[in-house]
């Protein structure tokens, strides 16, 4: 059965694009077909990322009933599927952010997954992106204005009578000064989904256009996608050890 995924934070800036990005592109490579979506309407950047920010058709367009959801889908070179939205200001007039659930609806039909990249934060574009989800996923830093912005978000979504999946923590340095993820965990009263650490390799892959799990397939936060991935897949995960790791049998 198709299931929609809503990956949302308190705040921006915290790797959620990133994250609907990458997990997008892991569960398709596990072979499942999967559309990631701009949900993000007001600062949309999945086609940023992806290389596609001006399209014929956007999100924007079927949420104003000038097009069908399947002519907004596009596929990556890599074969991930997306749908932008539009970066002109123009476009977010007379939207009803509430058509995400139809629209979501008619995506399932051809996809095992569908990813919204929410808006982040509480706003009406969010909350829309919460009544279309069957699961939600939480992102957050290990740093209390982050985890405090995430435990709101929590909060009104539960009040929805919306299922939150779980937390994945980003930009994890180990450092004193950042939260322990037990902390993080019991603040949230939810289960840690994985644990992406800081990467270098993740603004390389923005600049590549592409998914960090196609760029850079063997950095850790890639590695940590996948388990993630794998983890809603209901599949076991080990990923392969590159030569170096093998000749000093890391």
């Given at each position: 059965?198709a299931k929609l995924i809503t990956v949302t934070s308190g705040k921006g800036g915290v790797?959620?694009?990133?994250?609907?990005?990458?997990?997008?592109?892991?569960?398709?490579?596990?072979?499942?077909?999967?559309?990631?979506?701009?949900?993000?309407?007001?600062?949309?950047?999945i086609g940023l990322h992806l290389g596609a920010p001006i399209v014929p058709v956007s999100?924007?367009?079927?949420?104003?009933?000038?097009?069908?959801?399947?002519?907004?889908?596009?596929?990556?070179?890599?074969?991930?599927?997306?749908?932008?939205?539009?970066?002109?200001?123009?476009?977010?007039?007379?939207?009803?952010?509430?058509?995400?659930?139809?629209?979501?609806?008619?995506?399932?039909?051809?996809?095992?997954?569908?990813?919204?990249?929410?808006?982040?934060?509480?706003?009406?574009?969010?909350?829309?992106?919460?009544?279309?989800?069957?699961?939600?996923?939480?992102?957050?830093?290990?740093?209390?204005?982050?985890?405090?912005?995430?435990?709101?978000?929590?909060?009104?979504?539960?009040?929805?009578?919306?299922?939150?999946?779980?937390?994945?923590?980003?930009?994890?340095?180990?450092?004193?000064?950042?939260?322990?993820?037990?902390?993080?965990?019991?603040?949230?009263?939810?289960?840690?989904?994985?644990?992406?650490?800081?990467?270098?390799?993740?603004?390389?892959?923005?600049?590549?256009?592409?998914?960090?799990?196609?760029?850079?397939?063997?950095?850790?936060?890639?590695?940590?996608?996948?388990?993630?991935?794998?983890?809603?897949?209901?599949?076991?995960?080990?990923?392969?050890?590159?030569?170096i790791e093998k000749l000093f049998g890391l």
């Amino acid at each position: 059965m198709a299931k929609l995924i809503t990956v949302t934070s308190g705040k921006g800036g915290v790797g959620k694009t990133t994250t609907a990005i990458n997990l997008g592109a892991a569960l398709n490579s596990f072979g499942k077909e999967v559309v990631i979506v701009d949900a993000n309407l007001t600062t949309p950047n999945i086609g940023l990322h992806l290389g596609a920010p001006i399209v014929p058709v956007s999100l924007n367009h079927v949420l104003s009933g000038k097009a069908r959801a399947y002519d907004a889908i596009y596929e990556h070179e890599s074969g991930t599927k997306i749908v932008p939205s539009s970066l002109s200001v123009k476009d977010l007039k007379r939207i009803n952010h509430y058509r995400l659930k139809d629209v979501g609806k008619k995506l399932k039909k051809v996809a095992d997954y569908v990813i919204y990249d929410s808006a982040a934060g509480l706003g009406s574009e969010a909350l829309a992106s919460f009544v279309a989800a069957d699961e939600i996923i939480i992102v957050t830093n290990p740093e209390i204005p982050a985890v405090t912005d995430a435990l709101k978000t929590c909060k009104v979504i539960e009040e929805m009578g919306k299922f939150v999946k779980g937390v994945i923590v980003t930009r994890v340095k180990n450092t004193k000064v950042q939260m322990p993820l037990s902390n993080i965990s019991d603040m949230l009263e939810l289960p840690i989904l994985g644990v992406i650490p800081e990467d270098e390799k993740v603004p390389l892959s923005v600049v590549m256009k592409d998914a960090l799990v196609h760029t850079h397939p063997r950095s850790k936060a890639a590695k940590a996608y996948m388990k993630i991935a794998a983890k809603i897949v209901g599949i076991p995960y080990k990923s392969k050890a590159s030569f170096i790791e093998k000749l000093f049998g890391l």
